[in-house]
């Protein structure tokens, strides 16, 4: 074929071409902003968390449904303290944050309205993992209503008792025989563990089920002994459960508390990186543990605290540590109460009266909660 016809067949290709590709880039266009459109129109998900100027996710807002306890002055003047039955770290109130006037009047206010019968109702806003308050507000009714029906008291069978722990004797004072104020709560539960060898494999098994092991876990919600700045209620309930299903032995529960002036407890965290913390209440897991000397035998009062311990310790280690004046100068026990394993935590500042959680509803959440925090951050 000559030079001719071959530049004639070209030109005529092209003709041919040149409106296929406009209806295609016409055919684009359109899609284009068919699309454009639509992503106008998508809703937006807002499920991923707000970034801070460093481009991090900012921490996990807690909005819990709480009772407030007391409120106290911080010891520097600087803010106020607001302790809640629901939570054992000490809140804080900071003078100079935003709502402070507003915030404090409200918690005050709260707290004046508690009756015998039932505490005020409010919500708390604050960073989790922080004990710093954004802002607190009245529950609504409805809020309310879901928390006294998923909240049952139960009244202490006897009294909590004054104690001076500098004061005690480690050699006598765990001992059952001792601790015959407690008699009525000890009657309730049949078990007695038959040594300390087997105390000590209940408390492993319980320590292998934390957040801070690898797994696999044998339990739905790992337990977070990695965070002990709060959830000890959930972290003890946990363990009863656990212990009672696997090994058949109940338990009773301890609370320790720093419910006078400007008390707290404070231990030094040397497992988490030793920072100190602060509660104004504790808790864990009481099992009376037989100890054999030849033929003669005792009954000996042993906790299970993996949060703080590395093994099981008696009740009055257990308490002697919660005063640590080198992380606290006012750190002080006030008092102490042997309860039955069914009390959840304290429902008043007095610790005259405690939650239940039967169904570990609230127990559950907890762990939920606090599997991913740490205490020294």
């Known amino acids: 074929m000559n030079k001719f016809l071959l530049s004639q067949v070209s030109r005529w290709r092209l003709l041919i071409a040149l409106p296929a590709i406009s209806l295609l880039l016409l055919f684009t266009a359109c899609n284009d902003g068919e699309q454009k459109d639509k992503d106008k129109d998508k809703p937006k998900d807002n499920t ?38 629901e939570r054992a770290e000490v809140y804080v109130i900071a003078k100079g944050s935003a709502n402070y006037k507003t915030n404090s009047d409200m918690v005050n206010g709260a707290i004046g309205r508690n009756t015998p019968e039932a505490n005020t109702v409010v919500k708390l806003f604050a960073n989790r993992g922080s004990n710093s308050i ?160 030849g033929t003669f035998s005792f009954q000996v009062c042993y906790v299970l605290d993996p949060g703080i311990f590395n093994q099981p310790v008696t009740l009055a280690t257990w308490l002697q540590a919660q005063k640590n004046t080198t992380c606290s100068p006012n750190a002080n026990v006030s008092m102490y109460s042997i309860q039955p394993g069914s009390a959840y935590s304290p429902s008043n500042y007095a610790g005259t009266t405690f939650s239940t959680d039967p169904n570990y509803v609230q127990t559950e959440q907890t762990l939920i909660a606090y599997k991913n925090l740490k205490t020294c951050n």
């Open 48 to 85: 991923e968390k707000p970034a801070d100027d460093k481009g991090m996710q900012k921490p996990e807002m807690d909005s819990s449904i709480l009772t407030i306890a007391a409120v106290r002055n911080t010891p520097d003047g600087n803010g106020t303290e607001v302790l809640f039955n």
């Open 134 to 293: 954004s802002n607190i507000v009245m529950a609504t009714e409805a809020e309310a209503k879901s928390y006294n029906t998923l909240n049952v008291m139960e009244k202490s069978l006897v009294k909590p008792v004054a104690i001076d722990v500098s004061k005690i004797d480690t050699a006598k004072f765990s001992r059952v025989e001792n601790l015959r104020v407690f008699g009525p709560v000890f009657k309730l539960c049949n078990s007695l563990v038959p040594d300390y060898a087997t105390l000590v494999k209940m408390f492993d098994y319980c320590v292998s089920q934390g957040c801070n092991k690898p797994g696999p876990y044998i339990i739905p919600n790992c337990i977070p002994f990695q965070y002990v700045r709060d959830g000890c209620y959930a972290r003890a309930h946990k363990m009863r459960q656990m212990i009672q299903q696997k090994y058949g032995y109940c338990c009773e529960k301890v609370f320790s508390f720093a419910n006078s002036g400007n008390a707290t407890l404070a231990v030094k965290a040397d497992k988490w990186g030793g920072c100190c913390v602060n509660w104004w209440y504790h808790v864990v897991p009481l099992f009376r543990v037989n100890i054999k000397f």
